[in-house]
């Protein structure tokens, strides 16, 4: 009789353990933040990435004539112009990657972004990601004597970005430097671009934002990045806003900045901010 009581007891009291919640061992994941909308602003990458096995398309326009060439070219939107296409996909939940073509010296750009850091806080969340790529310019000039393979049509770069949230996930706020490698591909030695990149958006609502970007070269090359082009560069800047609906994102912007790919934006804007050479742009995001 005693060891049937004990058998009971015993099948009684493993019954009570295995019917505890399972919650309670188990450790609360966090959810990770998220800043700014998109994975993109209109030039500048965020710390924003796919999620594993989600999909992004980019077009991007930026118009050559300027705004002040008036009604005749219809305010620069009668062209010619640059334009950028890019598909992006997530390869984990922290890790994108996108391949992108402009047709300014028909430039590939293959490019990898991995967030590495989430700072959570109700009042300053931050997150810092880093993105690496490398740019082909398949367009070579017959009379130069290289290759379209060559090796110095390649250019490299890296970008260090940092995003933080202020006024209740009103205002983005994002600090990205930027080092390209080999900026002029025409010159005999090697040159190198160090950029500190700024940009703001502020989201009025779900819908309407607006922001501003800007790109000032610290060190190193800002100049042409074709053959064919004249005069200086200068900083980069750009304002607009954006309108987001069902899945797409529109960029809608006036720069002085023609460029589109990371290794050529980098570069610096081929007009002065300062003498009304102010082109049109726009860009659409669509995410599946």
């Known amino acids: ?99 992108g073509r402009s047709n300014n010296t028909d430039n590939l750009d293959l490019q990898l972004k991995q967030k590495v850091f989430q700072f959570y806080s109700k009042k300053l969340p931050a997150v810092i990601s880093v993105l690496g790529g490398i740019s082909w310019n398949t367009e070579v000039p017959p009379n130069i004597g290289r290759s379209r393979t060559d090796g110095d049509n390649f250019q490299f770069y890296t970008q260090l970005i940092f995003n933080t949230m202020l006024f209740n996930k009103k205002l983005g706020i994002g600090i990205v430097p930027s080092y390209l490698y080999n900026s002029f591909i025409y010159a005999i030695d090697k ?42 560069s200068y900083n980069s800047l750009a304002f607009g806003f954006d309108i987001e609906t069902g899945g797409h994102i529109f960029h809608l912007l006036v720069t002085n900045n023609a460029r589109l790919n990371p290794s050529q934006y980098l570069v610096g804007a081929d007009r002065s901010a300062s003498d009304d050479m102010w082109r049109i742009g726009f860009g659409i995001l669509r995410y599946f």
Do not use: C
């Open 191 to 232: 040159q190198y671009s160090f950029t500190l990149g700024i940009y703001a958006q502020y989201y009025i609502n779900r819908i309407w934002s607006v922001w501003f970007e800007y790109n000032p070269t610290i060190s190193g090359y800002r100049g042409r990045i074709r053959l064919d082009e004249k005069g200086k």
């Open 1 to 99: 009789m005693k060891l049937k009581t004990i058998i009971f007891v015993l099948f009684i009291f493993s019954f009570e353990i295995n019917a505890q919640p399972k919650w309670k061992a188990e450790k609360p994941t966090k959810v990770d933040l998220e800043l700014f909308h998109g994975t993109q602003t209109a030039n500048f990458p965020t710390t924003e990435s796919l999620k594993k096995g989600n999909l992004m398309y980019e077009i991007s326009h930026r118009f050559l004539p300027s705004i002040k060439d008036g009604f005749d070219q219809l305010y620069g939107l009668d062209g010619p112009t640059r334009i950028r296409f890019a598909l992006g996909y997530g390869i984990t939940d922290h890790l994108m990657i996108t391949l």
